[in-house]
């Protein structure tokens, strides 16, 4: 029967030599003690910034789409209206509506009696803006 040697002695039955040295850890009781970084805390760091960040990220294109949708809504509208000019790009333009539809105007609201919808701009992209 082989003789044991000590749990204290780091013993490789393999090539049957002392290994303690090429360790990356304390083979005995005096050596460093081992700590587990805290990984829970660090996950529950990043699944809360991730949350935020994402969150954050989805308003902003909720914003968006909701912006797209209306200049596409205002921009259809302005040119589904009867005019009989073409509009010059980043000049306003007054739209009215009517009992035969909308219509779009040079003439602003203060000048005659029509039913005023609002006035818009058209940009360079031939898309229509409202303007406040």
């Known amino acids: 029967m082989k003789k044991k040697k000590p749990d204290a002695v780091v013993w490789d039955e393999s090539t049957q030599q ?17 700590e587990l970084p805290n990984v829970d805390a660090f996950k529950q760091q990043g699944v809360d910034k991730a949350r935020k960040m994402l969150t954050a990220e989805w308003e902003e294109l909720q914003q968006k789409l909701r912006s797209f949708a209306q200049t596409a809504q205002q921009t259809q509208r302005v040119y589904a209206a009867h005019y009989k000019f073409e509009p010059i790009i ?16 040079i003439i602003p609201p203060q000048q005659w009696k029509k039913d005023f919808v609002a006035a818009f701009r058209l940009r360079s992209d031939f898309k229509w803006e409202q303007v406040e």
């Open 18 to 34: 002392y290994v303690a040295k090429l360790l990356p850890y304390a083979s005995n009781n005096s050596g460093p003690v081992i």
């Open 90 to 105: 980043g000049e306003t333009y007054f739209l009215y509506t009517s009992e035969k539809g909308d219509f779009l105007s």
